[in-house]
């Protein structure tokens, strides 16, 4: 495709982002951290029905709650006065605005649409079959700061759809498409507390980050890249061409943007010695050692006869970052480092900063993700099925 035509093609695309309608659902694993053997749901919005074997078992108006409690190797559904035994079920919303409130084990969520739940082994899932904009919001809700600048939420947005759409196959052997919890994204609810975060939501509507071949970006962020981002290559192998390190002049005054650590001269010269490092125990005072002040970001220390990986030190010591110098003052050694997380892609505190300063979602985003296109879902699926 010619330049030309893509960046056309593009503008198309962003042209009609608002006004097209995706009718996606997703399937997340909610509560997916804890092993679930009672949980209560309330219908808070609209009418449910309850479906079971393919047949509708129940009905309930808004307002009314039930109750399910492993018993043997089944749930038992408690409802209206009477109860049943199922091994697979689902509350399916019958009104545009569905909502409902699950408990389990004294937390109580919120969700939208529907519910399925589901035994596995001695406990039980609970799904969430949400459509995909309400799950966008809900997951920038539970990711994002909620003090941000609106243009910050719409960039988010983008992103959260984006990983969302890359990596629907991330359970497939599971069941469902992604998990509430870090593994995939945080949702943690249905998006309340900040009205601008539906408003960014529907504002970028089915908008999604693509490379120039037009398949979705890994769209990796982190907390703060301490002045400077890095090629994906020098974190993990993949190098990708969206994936490049900037400049990064935003965030440095930001809360993540520096963090110390202290050591005692023998707790570093054992760490360095059980990796190889020569004499590291008997030369503590050696500068070799316990100096380290590169200008830039470094991605391997070497010491004598032996080289280490920052990545690999940031993993051993549990350090915020892997953007550090290393100084030795009376007793002590002192890790001072920069930033907060792998640094690869969006920086969130830099982001949050550009936003702030008047900067557009897309200027940020083309800022921290090189040579990329942002492009509505609808005319992305349009243009792969031709
Ligand atoms: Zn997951
Ligand atoms: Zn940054």
Redesign the pocket.
Known sequence: MSNCFRKAFCFIALFFAVHTLCAHQVLIHVFSLKTVHSATVNFSRGAYSLWAEGAEVAHFAQGETVKILMEGTKMRVSFQGTSKLLSHFKFVGEEYLNNFKVGVAGELRTYEDNLECKVEGKSFVLLNRVELERYIAGVVESEAGLRAAPEYFKLQAILCRTYALRNLDRHAVDGYNLCDNVHCQAYYSKSYKIPAILKATVATNGLVITDDKFDLINATFHS??????CNSEDVWLTPLPYLRAVK?T???K?KNARWKKVMTQQQWAKYLSNLGVDKSLDSVVNEEVVYYSPANRQFSFYFPGKSVKTTQMRNDLKLKSAYFKVECRNDSVYLQGK?YGHGVGL?Q??AIQMAKQGYAYNQIIRYYFTGVFLVNLNALEFFKEE
């Open positions: 703060n890249c301490g002045g400077e981002t990064d935003f965030c440095i930001s930033g920086c505190e830099g």
